[in-house]
Antibody
Framework: QVQLQQSGPGLVKPSQTLSLTCVIS??????????WNWIRQSPSRGLEWLGR?????????DYAESVKSRITIKPDTTKNQFSLQLNSVTPEDTAVYFC?????????????WGPGTMVTVS | EIVLTQSPATLSLSPGERATLSCRAS??????LAWYQQKPGQAPRLLIY???NRATGIPARFSGTGSGTDFTLTISSLEPEDFAVYYC?????????FGGGTKVEIK
């Protein structure tokens, strides 16, 4: 059973960098049948997919246009985890941030999910 | 960007009743639509992927139908634990997008 556990600060100052980590248990970050995603949720924007990293003979990533200039999602194979960095944050980046897996066998739908981290930009 | 519109915004029903939730896409998404359930303070949980496939461990009372632009999630007989918010999500086009949600509340 794959489980995801998130860590990172809950408060970030405007213009600084938001950094979160998602630790994977029960599978490998380098598995070639899954993509590792970051998604956020806020009252104003609802659920918003931010981006993903995945390994298919080489590492690749995809990002939402809305954050593409500010976001990096990176795998860490030594710790079996992946991370989110969002630069130059503003109060509009205040949200609950989730990591989630997307397996090919379930149509790349998001499952499982991490518990979420409430991040306030202030 | 594909916009997913869910209706109704709120559905007030009693346990044992049938719930029918709608998700309409602004463009064709073929069958590439998923449904999630979210309870307060929790992450969403995958119910249905690719329009009609139940995820592992999801009870048979949950079913999904549709293709193209019109999709339906049906809960055949509501259990107390089914009162929650439900979201649809498409993977046909970038960016991946979610609907605004339907809240199923106890009448």
């Amino acid at each position: 059973q794959v489980q995801l556990q998130q860590s990172g600060p809950g408060l970030v100052k405007p213009s600084q960098t938001l950094s979160l980590t998602c630790v994977i248990s029960g599978d490998s970050v380098s598995s070639n049948t899954v993509a590792w995603n970051w998604i956020r949720q806020s009252p104003s924007r609802g659920l918003e997919w931010l981006g993903r990293t995945f390994y298919r003979s080489k590492w690749s990533d995809d990002y939402a246009e809305s954050v593409k200039s500010r976001i990096t999602i990176k795998p860490d194979t030594t710790k079996n985890q992946f991370s989110l960095q969002l630069n130059s944050v503003t109060p509009e980046d205040t949200a609950v941030y989730f990591c989630a897996g997307g397996y090919d066998s379930s149509g790349s739908a998001f499952d499982p999910w991490g518990p979420g981290t409430m991040v306030t930009v202030s | 960007e594909i916009v997913l519109t869910q209706s109704p915004a709120t559905l007030s029903l009693s346990p044992g009743e049938r719930a029918t939730l709608s998700c309409r896409a602004s463009q064709n998404v073929d069958i590439y639509l998923a449904w999630y359930q979210q309870k307060p303070g929790q992450a969403p949980r995958l119910l249905i992927y690719d329009a009609s496939n139940r995820a592992t461990g999801i009870p048979a009372r949950f079913s999904g139908t549709g293709s193209g632009t019109d999709f339906t999630l049906t809960i055949s007989s509501l259990e107390p634990e089914d009162f929650a918010v439900y979201y649809c999500q498409q993977r046909r086009n970038w960016p991946l997008t979610f609907g605004g949600g339907t809240k199923v509340e106890i009448k």
